[in-house]
């Protein structure tokens, strides 16, 4: 299997889920980050259509080395042998049929089986699926029926081909994609080459929640605003109700959005739905210094320079940096 779309760290364990660096056991990584398995070979492999490294705000150059020794060679997927037992492929595997639908973007796809329900899912939505893959010399290269178990991913983590097709489906329907290598993998080394065969059914959508509002204040930090030394300006949105703050090797449980000046949102735990964990000391610096300004349940924005950010490093969210963040807890720092 290839690596999952996430950074590996070696000395905790830890998997980094838009920088947001959460504790876990690493041979659990499968089985915990959004349900993937193929997921990890042949969908979030690939960087999603923003291209964008899901490193937000983790603290890059420290988890970049320790990644380097953690990871494992990687199988090329055009090389690996057929799987026992592998669900033949579609008399149509070689090319998409006449009578298949297509789209502007190359898609081709064909209703197996129509659906019970009536909405599409958005891109923001979660989708449980099951599925298998092919190659156009029908090789089978990966299929959750083989392991008994849907998988479930945001649809906008995954190769622009499953984004666009899935996006035409009702829940209950199963259809037939023929995706072109320019919305799967694109030549990547260790990738699924060329066009790729999938049989999907969409069996739930999850409906993802309304993206936080794009603060009014978001191009430049107000005069009512905290500001410090190094050049991080704040400013609480909700009073906490407690009393400690946290220390840099403390781990904080938050949840948070973060947006660039001119309004994009480029993460959310919200979105997500889950809180994210980490240790103070291995995210940015304005966030390791913004946290520990504040207390258990406090609401905060902070208004985050380049410097203190990702210095203008190539795939990271560039310039001055906005988040709103509420601490939910402070957790001890983990046993060494």
């Known amino acids: 299997m290839l690596a999952l779309s996430l950074s590996l760290d070696k000395s905790l364990h830890e998997v980094t889920l838009w920088g947001m660096v959460q504790p876990m056991k690493t041979t659990k990584i499968l089985m915990t980050v959004a349900g993937f398995s193929l997921l990890s070979t042949c ?3 690939c960087p999603a259509q923003s291209e964008v490294k899901h490193e937000t705000p983790a603290n890059t150059d420290t988890a970049k080395t320790d ?48 659906g019970t329900g009536s909405a599409k899912p958005k891109t923001t939505d979660t989708v449980s699926v099951h599925y298998t893959g092919w190659t156009t010399d029908g090789k089978m ?20 081909g499953w984004t666009e097709g899935l996006a ?15 919305l799967a993998y694109k030549g990547r080394p260790g990738r699924p080459a060329g ?6 059914e969409l069996l739930d959508i999850v409906k993802a929640p309304e993206p936080p509002k794009v603060p009014a204040d978001v191009a430049a930090a107000p005069a009512d605003a905290q500001k410090t030394k190094s050049g991080l300006a704040s400013k609480v949105l909700k009073a906490g109700t407690g009393s400690r703050k946290p220390v840099a090797t403390d781990r904080a449980q938050v949840h948070y959005s973060g947006w660039t000046t001119d309004g994009k949102m480029f993460d959310s735990s919200v979105m997500r739905g889950k809180p994210a964990v980490f240790p103070l000391n291995r995210v940015i610096p304005g966030w390791t210094e913004g946290l520990q300004l504040m207390v258990e349940g406090e609401k905060r924005r902070l208004w985050i320079p380049e410097e203190m950010a990702y210095k203008g490093k190539p795939g990271r969210p560039a310039g001055m940096l906005v988040f709103d963040v509420e601490l939910i807890k402070i957790v001890t720092p983990l046993a060494k």
């Open 67 to 114: 990644t380097a020794k953690a990871e494992k060679p990687k199988v090329n997927q055009a090389n690996k042998p057929q799987a026992k037992n592998a669900i033949p492929a579609p008399a149509d595997v070689a090319a998409a049929p006449a009578d298949a639908e297509k789209t502007a973007s190359g898609l081709a796809s064909k209703v197996l089986k129509p």
């Open 195 to 200: 066009m790729l065969v999938f049989d999907v």
């Open 43 to 45: 969908l979030c492999a």
């Open 168 to 182: 035409l489906m009702v829940e209950g329907e199963k259809r037939r994609l023929w995706i072109p290598e320019a």
């Open 141 to 160: 290269f990966d299929s959750s029926i083989k392991r008994g178990k849907p998988a479930s991913f945001p649809l906008n983590r995954v190769i622009p």
